[in-house]
C-alpha cells in the first residue's frame, strides 16, 4: 500500500530556506507511470500546487514561485524534495507531497491519487 | 494563472443533490478533460474525488459525478448524507502547470 510522509523543520526563519522530503513506500519512485508533486495550504484557506517532478527530473512549476523553488528526486532512497528559497510569513501553509499518474496520452502530470498526511510549516524569526 | 472559480458555499439537505460548480478559462479548463476535484475534511489531506472530468476512483461512491461544459466543470453529489459535509476543491490541468480553485463548503442541513 502506497504511504507518502512528509519531513523537515516545522518552523523556519524568514528569509532562509524551506526544505521537506517526502519518504515514498508501496512504490517504486521510478515509475515510468507517475509524477510526484507538492502542494501547499495557507491555514483557513485553498489548496495551490507547487510543482511535480518526474524520476528523471524533468519538472514542472508554478509560474508564480518558479523563482524561488527547486524540486529534486533521489531514486536511491525513494523520495523527492522541496526547497522554497527566501520565504516569508505568507509562506506558511500545511504542505503536502501526492503522487500523480503520468497521462500517457500528453506526458505529463494528471491529478494527485495519494497524498501524504501534511506537515506545517511556520515561517517566524 | 489564475485561480479557478467556485462558490465560497452550498448547502442542502439530506437525500437531496446539490452541483458544485468551477470555472475556468479557455486555457485551462476549456481546454483540457484534466479536472479533478478533492474532498478535504478539517486537518486532514484532501480525497481524489474524480479525475479526468467525469471519472470515479475505485472506492468512490457512484453518488459523486463529475461534468464539464465549456470553460466550467462540475461536481454533483446526490443523495447527499451528513458524512459529504465537507470542502471540495476543483483542479485543472492549464498548460505545463496546475491551477486548484479556491475551494467550496458543502453543508448538509
Known amino acids: 500500500q502506497l504511504q507518502l510522509q512528509e519531513s523537515g523543520p516545522g518552523l523556519v526563519k524568514p528569509s532562509e530556506t524551506l526544505s521537506l522530503t517526502c519518504i515514498v513506500s508501496g512504490d517504486s519512485i521510478n515509475s515510468h507511470f507517475h509524477y510526484w508533486g507538492w502542494v501547499r495550504q495557507p491555514p483557513g484557506k485553498g489548496l495551490e500546487w507547487i510543482g511535480s517532478i518526474y524520476y528523471r527530473g524533468n519538472t514542472y512549476y508554478n509560474p508564480s514561485l518558479k523563482s524561488r523553488v527547486t524540486l529534486s528526486v533521489d531514486t536511491s532512497k525513494n523520495q523527492f524534495s522541496l526547497k522554497v528559497y527566501s520565504v516569508t510569513a505568507a509562506d506558511t501553509a500545511v504542505f503536502y507531497c501526492?503522487?500523480?499518474?503520468?497521462?500517457?496520452?500528453?506526458?505529463?502530470?494528471?491529478?494527485?491519487?495519494?497524498w501524504g498526511q501534511g506537515t506545517l510549516v511556520t515561517v517566524s524569526s | 494563472q489564475s485561480a479557478l472559480t467556485q462558490p465560497a458555499s452550498v448547502s442542502g439537505s439530506p437525500a437531496q443533490s446539490i452541483t458544485i460548480s468551477c470555472t475556468g478559462t479557455?486555457?485551462?479548463?476549456?481546454?483540457?478533460?484534466?479536472v479533478s476535484w478533492y474532498q478535504q475534511y478539517p486537518g486532514k489531506a484532501p480525497k481524489l474525488m474524480i479525475y479526468?472530468?467525469?471519472k470515479r476512483p475505485s472506492g468512490v461512491s457512484n453518488r459523486f459525478s463529475g461534468s464539464k461544459s465549456g470553460n466550467t466543470a462540475s461536481l454533483t453529489i446526490s443523495g447527499l448524507q451528513p458524512e459529504d459535509e465537507a470542502d471540495y476543491f476543483c483542479c485543472s490541468y492549464a498548460g505545463s502547470s496546475t491551477v486548484f480553485g479556491g475551494g467550496t463548503r458543502l453543508s448538509v442541513l
Open positions: 479557455n486555457n485551462d479548463v476549456g481546454s483540457y478533460n484534466l
Open positions: 501526492a503522487r500523480q499518474p503520468d497521462n500517457p496520452a500528453v506526458g505529463i502530470p494528471d491529478y494527485f491519487d495519494q
Open positions: 479526468e472530468v467525469n
